[in-house]
């Protein structure tokens, strides 16, 4: 069965101090590996998506990398506003063209 | 450009009742897919519709079908409404299939009681 797990569920950060989020996942033929953030009553905005092994992407100070079981959410020097859920999900096998989506990491930033 | 918009954006009901939520994609789109997302949960697939014919459908029972109509917008509905059913309904629309990438609309907060 596909699976996607993040960690840790909820994460608090000062000003300025760098960190990581991660998304495990387990399933037969990943198709895109995609992150999200979703502020409270919100629907998820788009950050990033993924396709291969080795491929990042970055935006402001967020940096997503790609393994073959894992991808990894950096966060630079974060502020305040980054303050939000973030969402990992997979597009993978037969779940055809449905998002998988892990139970997010709740980030909160503190100046 | 309009983004994906869902109305209404809060709704209250009665268990048993019935609830039909709406989705505008984004114009040029053609696939619209519903998600629920329980509170402290992520989103759970629903369904996904592409050209007016629904291509996938998720672990829910028969009380929620879709549809969607020729100008691609779509419809969810809900019969007999159990209290598990309160959740954050959230529309995604792509060009097709996935193909792009999935842009979701703000949800339509429904609360059974």
């Known amino acids: 069965e596909d699976q996607v797990t993040q960690s840790p569920e909820a994460l608090r950060l000062q000003e300025g101090e760098s960190s990581s989020l991660n998304c495990s996942y387990t399933?037969?033929?990943?198709?895109?590996l995609f992150w999200y953030r979703q502020d409270p009553g919100k629907g998820p905005e788009f950050l990033f998506t993924?396709?291969?092994a080795g491929e990042e992407k970055e935006k402001e100070r967020l940096k997503a990398t790609l393994t073959k079981k894992e991808s990894f959410l950096h966060i630079t020097a974060p502020k305040p506003e980054d303050s939000a859920t973030y969402l990992c999900?997979?597009?993978?096998?037969?779940?055809?063209?449905?998002?998988?989506f892990g139970k997010g990491t709740t980030l909160s930033v503190s100046s | 450009d309009a983004g994906v918009t869902q109305s209404p954006t809060h709704l209250i009901k009665t268990r048993g009742q019935h609830v039909t939520l709406r989705c505008s994609p984004i114009?040029?789109?053609?696939?619209v897919s519903w998600y629920q997302q329980v509170l402290g949960q992520g989103p759970q697939f629903i369904f996904q519709?592409?050209?007016?014919?629904?291509?996938g459908r998720g672990n829910f029972p028969d009380r929620f079908s879709a549809r969607q109509f020729p100008n691609y917008s779509s419809e969810l509905n809900v019969n007999a409404l159990l209290l598990g059913d309160s959740a954050l309904y959230l529309c995604?629309?792509?060009?097709?299939?996935?193909?792009?990438?999935?842009?979701f609309g703000s949800g339509t907060r429904l609360t059974v009681v």
């Open positions: 999900a997979v597009q993978a096998g037969q779940a055809g063209t449905a998002l998988i």
């Open positions: 519709y592409y050209e007016k014919e629904e291509r």
């Open positions: 399933v037969s033929g990943l198709r895109g």
């Open positions: 114009s040029g789109h053609k696939s």
């Open positions: 995604a629309s792509s060009l097709g299939q996935g193909r792009g990438g999935y842009t």
């Open positions: 993924l396709y291969s």
